[in-house]
């Protein structure tokens, strides 16, 4: 119930493209979903989040689709550029134990090509 | 601005023994959390602290232990190294007093064990 599940585990899109990620989760008591983005030799940084009674989130060309009662979310990214090569992770979070803690999905690796 | 700041950025050590991975961040945040990263599992939990002189254990808690002496440092410790313990180690912190608040990662450090 803890899990978060997503996919693909990688995906290649032509510049000018949309990249789509997709995550699903089963614990209906969490209530924030951040997305990460990671490159290569550095640490997560959060990219964009949504609150689970708000059902789409943009930021620019980042935007976050929320479907309650799926229990599913996904990052879309609008006209992908190289430099959004990358690997994303969704995420998961509640408060457990006196802290809030996040449950990680395990990641997309991202490429887009010139 | 260094917000996270993890050392050493890489080590390699031979099977059985010890050493400590040393976090610190300059954002003044009560909860921190060390997470490895291994390919195709996302992140998990090692350990966590809420405040200074508190920690709790994680998703894997097993080969690891943890200090929090400062609020600004927590310490993760490797008391019989294992080839299984080979990944890469990201702390994080966040802020206490707000509800959906992000955890700031640092760039990670890379541990061989051989």
């Known amino acids: 119930q803890q899990q978060v599940k997503q996919s693909p585990q990688s995906l290649i899109v032509q510049k000018g493209g949309i990249s789509i990620i997709n995550c699903a989760y089963e614990n209906t008591a969490f209530d924030y979903f951040p997305w990460y983005q990671q490159f290569p030799g550095k640490g997560p940084a959060l990219l964009i989040a949504?609150?689970?009674?708000?059902s789409e989130k943009k930021e620019g060309r980042f935007t976050i689709s929320f479907n309650k009662s799926a229990k599913q979310f996904s990052l879309h990214i609008m006209d992908s550029q190289p430099g959004d090569s990358a690997t994303y992770f969704c995420a998961a979070s509640k408060k457990m134990d006196s802290s809030y803690k996040l449950i990680f999905g395990s990641g997309t690796r991202l490429l887009v090509r010139p | 601005n260094a917000g996270v700041t993890q050392t050493p950025k890489f080590r390699v050590l031979k099977t059985g023994q010890s050493m400590t991975l040393l976090c610190a961040q300059d954002?003044?945040?009560?909860?921190m959390y060390w997470y490895r990263q291994d390919p195709g599992m996302g992140l998990r939990l090692i350990h966590y602290s809420v405040g200074e002189g508190t920690t709790a254990k994680g998703e894997v808690p097993d080969g690891y232990n943890v200090s929090r002496l400062k609020k600004q440092n927590f310490l993760l410790g490797l008391e019989s190294a294992a080839p299984s313990q080979t990944s890469v180690y990201f702390c994080a912190s966040r802020n206490r007093a707000l509800k959906n608040q992000p955890q700031h990662f640092g760039d990670g450090t890379r541990l061989s064990i051989l």
């Open positions: 949504i609150r689970p009674d708000v």
């Open positions: 954002m003044n945040h009560e909860y």
